[in-house]
């Protein structure tokens, strides 16, 4: 890995909104890091950013996944069968780098694994990864603060974005709050519960994007309940774009038995599910 | 000593809320709801007429003689395994419920490891005439089957959670994601002084009953405060109870007994105070077992209730500030700890309960060692062992033919 090409790729939020300049929306795909393994993993990226993605984020692994369903659930423990271990998670960083040296990732990632790998030091070998942006689902924006003040520790600011959640709940002040210091993205939760949601409708929650929008150039990525063009497309009607996790991650877990085929049964799907850029 | 836990929900640095975003505005609804209730006469009056009326407290302090002889000290047992359905678990249940009914929620959730809390939420929600579901892990709905049929004739609805290995945490997991969908609607009642704040406060207050109980009686019957106070630990929430009231009494040593399954050496324990670090879990930060990545370790006990990899973040607080000290006792102790109490007394201990009895006893034989007189112990005794019979039956009978 050059520094070169990490210093080709700005800060996770310019990205998007140079990417957005020239498209319709943005689109993010979830998946599990290494499922079912690490080379297949690395073609299912290969085909979602053929297919479109514009950054891809990747699940870390966690035995307790409080806000993730049933089916990320599933796959963790699946995952969890054999040792996991963060040096091998860098390898496959490593590898994506190589073959994508422009492209940011995300990784996901429970509070915990952060904690015992060292805030600081774990975000800044990310950094180096070219990981732009951390999703912690369990690490809500107040305990953020908390954590940097304990530590006296910038890195909440620094050039990594931490993103940040708002929900259908989130109260104004709040949502007032999280707009003005988001980062990179502000992941728009679109119904109440856990990823893999059923229900998809967002016309109620018209008056949260506007009052976001009326705060906050970061952009809006609607997730949780993607899965149809429709829901895409409505996602896009409010938002600058969304985030794709459960469906994806059906389609691996269902094919188990014929993984050659899963990047090509991704792309099918893709095909359907994605409005026209 | 400063009041625990911070307007944060911290206890020194342990505690926090670290749940989905989704969860939040309900733990805010909550924290508000129980600051405003829990000095309200009107609420404050129901709850105890209920632990008097249906609950049946205050519960003894019984001086245990036939133990106190035969170990040569004055031991009292809290007899908190006389209370309706059988273990302390009631007193939380009746409070949380009480306060759910009061904020106008339908429907009420718990998990469940042992089966206690279940049974308890079951119970608490039939009087009240709300909606009930318990989850509960696969793995303890077999070993507590009891309990897993109990809970249905209450009228609630069981779900096993987590395949057949599947165990309290994975109810906690299931139970924490119905509540970010239902919340509107639903109380999410914890069982145990953990999980995110307001929940490690909220439950300990509830079972400080037990602690203020066991204080004005002992100080009746002995004129004085005991030596120390032992209570079994895995989430903590008996431990808590008993231990509050008793925090500012310096002289009272407190004493948390951790799972150490089949050794704390071993992979298959849940030491999780002994044998753990800080770290994130089920919406606080407290001693956990994991390992070296963060990954949530597999535990292990004899006993469903003590079978958890986390523990509440006070616990983490006493233990850090040396105030409450924290040991560990295997499956063989506790269950011939079982065995003594059940003969010795006409007690049968629940398994969790077993623990904090299998200690004492050590604790007493290293007191009278080193100060060379009889020590006077109160042990909380949490549970009744009713619900354990069928599994102790099983193991005690694959020992006895191992050994044959």
Known sequence: MSTNALKKICSLENF??????????????????SFPDYNLSFDIVSTLLEAGADTIELGLPFTDPIADGPVL???????????????DMFLFLEKLNAAFPDQPFLLMGYANMFLQSGFSSFTK????????????PDLPYHEKIHIAKENKTDIFSEDMAWIDFITPATKPERLKKICQSA?????????????GQKEFNLDSL???FQSMRKITNTPLMVGFGVRTKENAVQAIKYADGFIVGTKINEIILENLNQLSGIPNKIKLMLKELLPEK | MKLYPDQNGYFGKYGGQFVSELLLPALDELTKAYLKEKNNPVFKKELKDLLVNYAGRPTNLYYAANLSDKWDAKIYLKREDLLHTGAHKINNTLGQTLLAKRIGKKRIIAETGAGQHGVATATACSLFRLDCVIYMGEEDLRRQALNGFRIGLLGAKVIGTGGVKGTLRDAVNEALRDWAKNFDNTHYVLGSVMGPHPFPMIVRDFQAVIGHEAKKQILKKEKRLPDSVIACVGGGSNAMGIFHAFIEEK?????????AGDGISSLRHSATITKGSPGILHGSYSYLLQNKEGLVSAVHSISAGLDYPGVGPEHSYLKDSGRAQYEAINDDEALSAFQELSYTEGIIPALESSHAVAYAKKWIKAYKKKYNKKPLIIINLSGRGDKDA???????SEKKSKSA
């Open chain 1, 16 to 33: 998007l909104i140079e990417k957005k300049k020239n498209q319709k929306y943005l689109f993010i795909p979830y998946i599990a890091l």
């Open chain 1, 73 to 87: 659930q599933k796959v963790f423990t699946k995952i969890l069968e054999k040792p996991f271990r963060k040096d």
């Open chain 1, 125 to 136: 070998k990310l950094y180096q990864k070219n990981i732009r942006g951390i999703i912690a």
């Open chain 1, 183 to 195: 980062k990179g993205f502000i992941y728009v939760v679109s119904t109440k519960g856990v990823t």
């Open chain 1, 206 to 208: 018209r008056p949260m």
């Open chain 2, 251 to 259: 002289n009272v040593k407190l004493i948390g007994v951790e799972a």
């Open chain 2, 390 to 396: 069928a599994e102790a039956q099983r193991i005690l």
